[in-house]
Every structure is written in C-alpha cells, then in structure tokens.
C-alpha cells in the first residue's frame, strides 16, 4: 500500500501475530514478536493480537472461528503451515488445525490505490466426517493501543437510517450487527476508529466495511491492556451450519485502511474503491421520476401517460412505475407475489404505457419486490410452503405480507423465471427491487430436509446468485437495491446494483443528515435522491423548491412529487434545475467529495465534488436559519490547488469573478444565503 504499513509474522509458537498497521515504516518489527504473560488469568496475551483466531485453549476474547468437531470436541488451535503469493498484490497464509484435519486460508489483496486491503477466508473440511461451524468472521483487525479509543458508526431506524455516533471505548465489547436478515436500517457493517482527536481533515483513522447483505455482526473489544479488536463477519446468531467431508466455506470479503487525513480522506479512498473495484458499472445516473407519491396503488394506464408527459416536460429521461402494476393490486393486502400485468389497469398490456414512455424520449422502469408475498396471493395458495415458517407457529405478518425462503432451489427458480419473463417480454431497462420486511419464523418445510443449513446464509447467497444471473442476462438493465429505504445497502449487494435508494425520508432537510451519514461510507454516485411534495408527508416541513433540488441534485436526481398538479411557475423552475443537474452530474458522479460543513456543528452545512481532472468544482450550500446579527458566512474549500486560479460562474448575467487557490483554501469564499432553508450551487473551474 501506498501510505500505510500493514505487518504481521510468526512467533514462537507458531501463531500469526499482528504487529504493526499505521503509517509506512521499513519492516523491522522481529523484536515485537514477543510471548506476554500476565497471569493465569490472562496467560496467552498475544492471543487477543491473532491475525485469524480460533476458539480454544485460554483465549477468550471474540474468537474468529469457533467450530465442533464431529467427536464432540469444541478448541481449535490453528498453527502456520505456510503461505502463497498468488499474485504481486494478493497473499494466501495457511493455517490448520494442530490435530484434525481443518484448514484455513486467510486471504488479503491489498488496493494499493486506495491503501485499502481486502480480507476473507476460506475454511476446508478435510476430515472424513462432517464438522459444525458456529462462528466464521471474515477478519480481525487490531487496532493500536491509545489513551483514548473512539468508535464512529451509524444507527437509525425506518426514514432515519444513516445517523452519525461516536463514541469513547471503555474495556469491554461494543457490538454492531443485524438479526433481521438483511443489512438493516438500523446499523450498518461499517465502523471508524481514531484516538478522539480526528476530524474531516487531519488526524489518523482506522477503518473497516463487511460486504454482506444478511445478518452480520462487527465487535469492537477493548481489552484490559488497552488494544483494540476488531472481528466481523456474518453474525454466528442462530447460523450454525455443517461442512461436509471435503466441503469449503468462503467468507464475505471485509475491506479495512488506513488513513492519516482524516475521516474526509477515509471517505474518498473508499468511495475511489468503490467506483473501481466493486461497483457493476459507471453508467451517468439518468434523472428519474417515480410515480408511486403520486399515485400509491391506483395506477392505470392513462394515469401513467399523463405523468410521463408531465416528467418530459421537465427533462426526465426515465420513467419508473412502482407498487400497484400487477395481479389484484390495489392495496398493500393482496397480490404480492402475482407478477402478471394487471389487465384492469392496463388492458393493453404494459407495452401501451412503455410505448408512450420511449416516444416521449424516455426509457422505462418498474419496481418489484420479488422476495415476498401476500397472504392473499395465487403464488401463496399454491405454493404455501415456499414461506419461512415453522410448523407448530402462525406466520408474522409484517406490512400485510410473509417472506418467501429463498434458500429453497425451487424458490430461486421462481425468482430468476419470472423475472427473466418480464425482461424478455417488455422492453425494461431499470428495476427498482425492493424487501418491505424482515425475516420472521426462519425454518422451512420439512424442517429435517434443511438441518445443517444456515437460512439466513443461504437467502443471501441466493439472492447474489440471482442478481449475477440478471446481470449476465440483461447487462442493459440497471437495478436498484431498495429495502423499505437503505435497510439493504452494503459492500456485498453493491456488486450487483448500480444505485441504491437509502431511505424512504425523501424531506430534503432530513435528508441532508442521512446523506450525510451514508457519504461517509458509501459512493454519492449510486445514491438516489428524490424532489418530493412541500409541505412533506412525514414531518410537515415546507422547503422552497431550490433546497429540494439542491438536496437531491447531491447524488442520482430523480423526482417523485405529484407533478401532476404542479404549476407552470413550478415546472419552468424544477426545468432549470434538471438542466443545471445535467451539466454537473458527471462531477457529482466521478468526483471527490469533500464534507465542507455540518448542521451537527451548527447552522450551515455544504459539500464539495471536485472532478477527476481537477478542473470543475460544484458546491452545495444549505442554511437552516437566517438570525439577526449574523456575520457573514464564508466557505473554506478543500482540495484546490494553492497556487491556481478558480473562476467563480455567477448567476443572473453577472461578471464572473476569479478567485486565487489561496485564498479560497483559507479565507473562503462568501456566501449569499438569505433566509430560513436557504441555499446555493456554486460552480468553479480551474483557469488555465
């Protein structure tokens, strides 16, 4: 890597032991080898510095993998047996068992761009009998030992995900996970670690993302003698499973850096990593409108075309249908799971409203959600052992709907067909696929048919399966991964989406916090941001339409308002902003991002994109509150050449202003914000 050091070697008794991971240093580290004894109650304290360790012998910290033999026995004392270079930047260690026939292959590939390193491991049964695994984390990372250790992650809940926390570790354990059977809402497998002193700009940050869309668990343990552990991987919660005689498990991947700049630096390293190494495609987000605030269930076909006429006017080059469009759906009680065209709603069949949709100049999208099902549903009476269930218990129902055991070969089938129908027949070239609920009652019947199996693993693996095929299938295609909001948005679903609808709060104020939040992980370029009504449904708020474009215009733009019933006023101005958007997405999208200020520090909060060639700079500016006697707001930028000129484009046919790199980097530019919910776009290019 490029500006860190990641070193780790043998001791004595044939342990992998952590060494070093911070800034570069020459690989001298032999004398940090050592074994350290404390007492009998903390006999092997090197164990808690184990590259990959397992459960046994007088380790008690967070094992990395815990595993029962078929005898009975439950320790495993992993040893060294080796290594293998397989290519210049990726590294295979071996280790096995000292007496039963397990290995292990501890994996790292390290992104040298990014200074970034990716782990994973794959587990061998060799034995000639079947092996239970109770706990497989994907990696440990340690993190040096501070006088202070604090942990950033986010939290939330349903239309608050992506909520920033900090906070002070004190000996003990702080878990973050999710039991609900996907990514979830309410944390996400990410997490920061600095002394307490880091902030955007400066200071050292160590940092790690699980790429995993099903349960998951990351523990950050602080020992007693003050190093940090931190292990992660798919959660060990009721996910027991068995590995057959000559069987092998491979763990999610778990990419953890380095950073001496800052969260701000952690961000872009990850976001640049993203862009190349895991995201589908880099495809310009098209602007999109969503009829679904408009129309909820009653969607019909001449309903449809006169809002698609509407989002031409407007400059909208993608046209998405959402819930309501198939079987007897007229409510969110019935028809999940039915996935023919309504011939009531659209008695020509989707091609009539598709046909409209591309001679007005748009493509077309649809929203499924292919994991669930009603109740009250064709699927569900002739298929009712598809669901997850046991037998002796009345299913859960959650939004009116059960969840289909996706793990099951037959289920999977179901999937990958009718979606392969759908995208044969009609000419579609976006999915918006949603998971309105969490996984309840998770057996399945038979019940014995399934023993040794994870279902919570096994929905996930599936679900990629699925994707992967659709990819193959249709690389037209762009999905969308949605999960009542961001409840499903992670390293791992990210392989297969293109962009990722992060939470049903569409109130532009709202938003900015949970953008925010999820820019510290997550690429703006696959986040979809939508301009919706004013008052907002949820909390009431009015915002004037500048601040929901502006907000939205931060990630994908799409449009899901009622535009119906829009103003001609109202339409010219939203014209503009899709018009201005367009001149700028290609810098939202490839850019870097640089967090300028917070509304959690006060009343002001902006962002800055910086493109690739160093030559366009857009920035947004948002202000809460105008108050009396305020001095006048003036933004430092970030990343500028000290020694360029910027020329500053101004509205309203003013002169444009060119400013020097110097000045912008330490006295700012000033601000024109006036009033309550006020904002700016401000755009730069560099002067040759």
């Known amino acids: 890597m490029n500006h860190s050091s990641y070193i780790f070697g043998i001791n ?99 992104i040298d761009a990014d200074d970034l390193l990716e782990r ?50 004190t000996e003990g354990k702080k878990v973050l996970e999710s039991r609900s059977g996907f990514t979830g809402p309410h944390a996400n497998p990410w997490f920061a670690m600095d002394n307490g002193k880091a902030d955007e700009t400066s200071g050292q940050v160590w940092f790690g993302a699980l790429g995993w869309s099903g349960n998951w668990k990351i523990v950050a343990e602080k020992s007693n003698f003050g190093h940090v552990h931190i292990v992660g991987g798919i959660n060990d919660f009721d996910s027991a499973f068995t590995l057959a005689p000559g069987e092998s498990y491979t763990s999610p991947v778990f990419t953890g850096g380095f950073v001496s700049g800052g969260f701000g630096e952690m961000s872009r390293n990850l976001h640049h990593y993203q862009s190349t190494a895991i995201l589908p495609s880099s495809r310009v987000k098209k602007v999109l409108y969503n009829s679904w605030e408009a129309t909820e269930f009653a969607v019909e076909v001449q309903g449809q075309k006169a809002l698609a006429a509407q989002a031409a006017r407007l400059g909208v080059e993608r046209f998405v249908v959402d819930d309501g469009w198939f079987g007897s759906r007229s409510s969110d009680r019935a028809g999940l799971g039915d996935w023919q065209v309504n011939p009531e709603k659209f008695p020509q069949g989707l091609q009539e409203l598709i046909d409209e949709v591309k001679r007005l100049g748009m493509d077309f999208g649809l929203w499924v959600e292919p994991e669930s099902v009603n109740p009250d549903s064709d699927l569900y009476r002739l298929h009712p052992d598809w669901v997850y269930q046991f037998p002796t218990r009345e299913g859960t129902l959650l939004r009116n709907q059960l969840l289909l055991n996706l793990g099951k070969p037959e289920v999977k089938e179901f999937v990958l067909d009718f979606m392969t129908e759908l995208l044969s027949t009609y000419d579609i070239s976006f999915i918006k696929w949603d998971m309105n609920r969490t996984v309840t009652e998770p057996g399945a019947v038979p019940l014995l048919e399934y023993a040794g199996q994870s279902v919570w693993i096994k929905h996930v693996d599936h679900l990629y399966e699925i994707w992967a095929e659709l990819r193959s299938r249709f690389p037209y295609v762009e999905f969308e991964t949605c999960a009542g909001g961001g409840a499903r948005i992670d390293l791992g679903i990210l392989r297969f989406a293109d962009q990722a609808w992060i939470s049903d709060n569409t109130d532009a104020r709202d938003r900015l916090t949970i953008q925010e939040g999820f820019s510290y992980v997550y690429n703006p370029s696959v986040m979809m941001c939508w301009v919706t009504e004013s008052p907002h449904n949820m909390n009431g708020r009015s915002l004037p339409l500048s601040f929901r474009f502006h907000s939205a215009m931060m990630g994908g733009l799409g449009i899901g308002a009622n535009i119906g019933h829009w103003s001609d006023e109202a339409m010219a101005e939203a014209l ?113």
């Open 12 to 110: 004595e008794k044939g342990a992998v032991q952590h060494l070093y991971w911070g800034k570069p240093v020459v690989a001298e580290c032999a004398d940090l080898l050592k074994i350290r004894h404390h007492s009998s109650f903390d006999a092997d304290l090197n164990r808690t510095l184990g590259e990959y360790g397992g459960w046994g012998g007088s380790h008690y910290a967070e094992p990395c993998l815990k595993v029962k033999f078929n005898d009975g026995v439950r320790d495993l004392k992993l040893q060294y047996s080796g290594y293998e270079l397989v290519q210049d930047n990726q590294l295979v260690l071996r280790l096995t068992d000292v007496y039963y026939r397990l290995r292990v292959e501890v994996c790292y590939t390290s």
């Open 576 to 688: 503009r902003y899709v018009e201005q958007y367009k001149q700028i997405r290609h810098v939202i999208a490839e850019g870097s991002m640089y967090r300028l200020a917070s509304f959690r520090d006060g009343d002001l909060a902006a962002y800055q994109y910086i493109s690739p060639d160093q030559q366009e700079i857009v920035i947004f500016a948002f202000q809460q509150a105008q108050y009396f006697g305020y001095a006048e707001k003036r933004l430092v930028l970030q990343g500028l050449a000290h020694d360029a000129q910027y020329q500053l484009e101004q509205q309203n046919n003013e002169p444009d202003v060119v400013w020097h790199g110097s000045n912008l980097l330490n006295i700012g530019l000033p601000l024109t914000l006036s009033g309550d919910y006020a904002s700016q776009l401000i755009r730069l290019k560099r002067v040759p």
């Open 120 to 169: 994973g491991v794959k587990i061998y049964n060799d034995e000639a009998a079947p092996l239970q695994i109770d706990q497989v984390m994907a990696a440990a990372w340690s993190i040096p030992a501070m006088p202070s250790s604090r942990l950033t992650h986010v939290a939330g809940r349903w239309a608050g995900e992506y909520q920033l926390r900090t906070q002070l570790l």
